[in-house]
């Protein structure tokens, strides 16, 4: 295999799909197999002509869509243009990651597999169906698939016979190496890459929106906060109609960064840079500036609040000496203790620095360098839009459920994103978000005389909020919104807004009030008993039917 390199591509929306690639490209290096993993849209697929051996992972997103990271590479290889032969040299296999309870099952995996067979590419096994229904979740498909793909590798491309595969306890290099600076005295501005203002807002580039407000608008005894936060984005060169969506990264909290450093025996106040380890490394990622403090690495890029995947454990297990926490850990780590991390990690919702905190031997001896090997980076959130810049121009309005919940640990569990919103208040100063603005999948009609039932339970309502305000002012009033909530009393969101609305005649309201009477009341009720309006809007008005939330 010395003169071959395996290409790993992977489309991911949540990064499982790039997860599952960065694992096989370790298995790859302990079978002293050059390797590159990189995600699809990051890579020149003009150059797939030329490659030998490549692993495509891929996840299905919406309704069959492709993952927002292979989007272009996706036009590209279904150009009609593309010659019948034109891959013929390439060795591949796909590995899609999906859940089967929907009706577009790996829907991405399938399409790609049949258009690389017709672009004359050689399959090396069937693509792979990894489902999250499976007894033994993804890992049930994927570890077979990778068992019989490593017997056709090592087939077609064996090992020189000086050379033997690493063992699963010997660690692997890292990605990168950190260098910290020696004089701490200087200390420089940390200042990641934002928008220029010229090209719109995007993820390598978010846009600093200042927070304007951020409202608590159920009732101060309620169970559930729910915030309305609204930002200013004069001057951002955001665009966007109803339907759209907000996109941001979160950061973790004080409290867990201290905690981190404290484990990790790390100064937040050290600064770095970071150097790839070698040529088949992917570039130091972007939104790193260099040089980085330990601080803005831990607080905004490492994901040390979430679930940690079994590759996580798998990594862990390469770094202790204590041989308690090792046995445990390879446990985890391994296909017959998926039961016994289930129950550790997944149930009770454990996070990676709680795990850790759990091992302390391991942690004491993990090195500074593995951090972006076993930490994935924080992934972005999306809000729908809950305004229109025609109601409320240079602002953008959302509605957020704030995640609070028990499991059996001590510790309540608490949604990263929505926890750092709530905790965001405009009169603390001048507080910015990052953020950006990402087509959403929900399209109103222009025309005026087109009617539109929307129905819109909880914090479901949002897009609809929006795609009655952008209709209003352009004075489309068939707007027929069915809401539902608890209690009128303590969850009706933007209820002083829907009257006067309903008093203008911009809109017809139905509410479902599901605890404010014995017998519960929901929004689907509510639609049967305005089956024969809602049939004469759709019949007679062309009216579109919309549900969210």
């Given at each position: 295999m010395s003169s071959h390199t395996l290409l790993l591509l992977y489309g991911s929306q949540t990064g499982t799909a790039q997860d599952t690639a960065e694992r096989i490209g370790r298995?790859?290096?302990?079978?002293?197999?050059?390797?590159?993993?990189?995600?699809?849209?990051?890579?020149?697929?003009?150059?797939?002509?030329?490659?030998?051996?490549?692993?495509?992972?891929?996840?299905?997103?919406?309704?069959?869509?492709?993952?927002?990271?292979?989007?272009?590479?996706?036009?590209?290889?279904?150009?009609?243009?593309?010659?019948?032969?034109?891959?013929?040299?390439?060795?591949?296999?796909?590995?899609?990651l999906g859940d089967s309870s929907y009706p577009k099952f790996n829907f991405v995996a399938k399409k790609l597999h049949k258009r690389l067979l017709q672009l004359g590419a050689n399959a090396l096994l069937p693509v792979g169906l990894a489902d999250d229904q499976h007894d033994l979740g993804p890992d049930g498909v994927i570890d077979p698939w990778l068992n019989l793909f490593w017997q056709k590798?090592?087939?077609?491309?064996?090992?020189?016979?000086?050379?033997?595969?690493?063992?699963?306890?010997?660690?692997?290099?890292?990605?990168?190496?950190?260098?910290?600076?020696?004089?701490?005295?200087?200390?420089?501005?940390?200042?990641?890459?934002?928008?220029?203002?010229?090209?719109?807002?995007?993820?390598?580039?978010?846009?600093?929106?200042?927070?304007?407000?951020?409202?608590?608008?159920?009732?101060?005894?309620?169970?559930?906060?729910?915030?309305?936060?609204?930002?200013?984005?004069?001057?951002s060169n955001i665009q966007y109609s109803a339907g759209d969506v907000l996109m941001m990264r979160p950061c973790n909290s004080p409290e867990d960064v201290d905690q981190f450093c404290q484990l990790l025996r790390l100064n937040p106040d050290h600064y770095f840079v970071l150097t790839p380890t070698d040529n088949n490394t992917a570039p130091v990622p972007v939104r790193l500036p260099q040089p980085c403090s330990v601080r803005f690495l831990v607080q905004e890029f490492l994901d040390i609040a979430a679930v940690p995947?079994?590759?996580f454990f798998e990594l862990l297990a390469t770094f202790t000496t204590n041989?308690?926490?090792?046995?445990?850990?390879?446990?985890?780590?391994?296909?017959?203790?998926?039961?016994?991390?289930?129950?550790?990690?997944?149930?009770?919702?454990?996070?990676?620095?709680?795990?850790?905190?759990?091992?302390?031997?391991?942690?004491?001896?993990?090195?500074?360098?593995?951090?972006?090997?076993?930490?994935?980076?924080?992934?972005?959130?999306?809000?729908?839009?809950?305004?229109?810049?025609?109601?409320?121009?240079?602002?953008?309005?959302?509605?957020?459920?704030?995640?609070?919940?028990?499991?059996?640990?001590?510790?309540?569990?608490?949604?990263?994103?929505?926890?750092?919103?709530?905790s965001l208040e405009s009169s603390s100063g001048d507080v910015r978000v990052p953020l950006w603005v990402k087509k959403g999948g929900l399209k109103f009609p222009q025309d005026p005389d087109i009617s539109v039932i929307m129905v819109g339970p909880g914090t479901g309502v949002a897009p609809f909020r929006a795609a009655i305000q952008e209709r209003v002012a352009?004075?489309?009033?068939?707007?027929?919104?069915?809401?539902?909530?608890?209690?009128?009393?303590?969850?009706?969101?933007?209820?002083?807004?829907?009257?006067?609305?309903?008093?203008a005649g911009h809109m017809t309201l139905f509410t479902?009030?599901?605890?404010?009477?014995?017998?519960?009341?929901?929004?689907?009720?509510?639609?049967?008993?305005?089956?024969?309006?809602?049939?004469?809007?759709?019949?007679?008005?062309?009216?579109f039917f919309y549900i969210a939330g």
């Open positions: 298995q790859a290096q302990r079978r002293r197999i050059a390797v590159r993993v990189q995600a699809l849209d990051a890579y020149s697929v003009a150059n797939l002509i030329s490659e030998a051996l490549v692993v495509f992972v891929c996840s299905t997103t919406g309704q069959g869509d492709p993952p927002d990271n292979m989007k272009n590479f996706w036009r590209f290889l279904f150009r009609k243009s593309l010659p019948s032969g034109s891959l013929c040299r390439l060795d591949y296999a796909v590995l899609g590798v090592l087939t077609l491309y064996p090992l020189p016979a000086d050379l033997s595969p690493l063992r699963d306890e010997d660690p692997l290099p890292p990605r990168y190496v950190f260098h910290f600076l020696d004089d701490a005295t200087e200390k420089p501005v940390v200042k990641p890459l934002l928008t220029d203002g010229q090209a719109p807002p995007s993820s390598a580039r978010p846009f600093p929106a200042r927070v304007v407000s951020n409202q608590r608008v159920t009732a101060a005894g309620h169970f559930q906060d729910v915030r309305q936060i609204e930002f200013d984005i004069t001057a995947r079994r590759s041989e308690l926490e090792r046995e445990k850990l390879q446990e985890f780590s391994s296909a017959e203790g998926q039961d016994e991390l289930h129950s550790y990690c997944n149930r009770p919702r454990r996070t990676a620095l709680e795990v850790l905190a759990d091992f302390p031997h391991t942690t004491a001896e993990l090195n500074v360098n593995y951090l972006l090997d076993l930490f994935p980076e924080i992934q972005p959130r999306s809000f729908s839009i809950a305004s229109s810049l025609l109601e409320h121009p240079n602002r953008i309005q959302i509605l957020v459920a704030v995640v609070k919940y028990k499991t059996r640990l001590l510790k309540p569990r608490k949604g990263l994103c929505s926890s750092w919103l709530a352009q004075g489309e009033t068939a707007n027929v919104l069915f809401f539902g909530c608890r209690s009128e009393s303590k969850d009706f969101y933007c209820r002083v807004e829907w009257e006067q609305k309903i008093q479902a009030f599901s605890r404010d009477q014995e017998d519960k009341v929901y929004v689907q009720h509510r639609v049967k008993e305005q089956a024969k309006l809602v049939w004469e809007l759709i019949e007679n008005k062309n009216a």
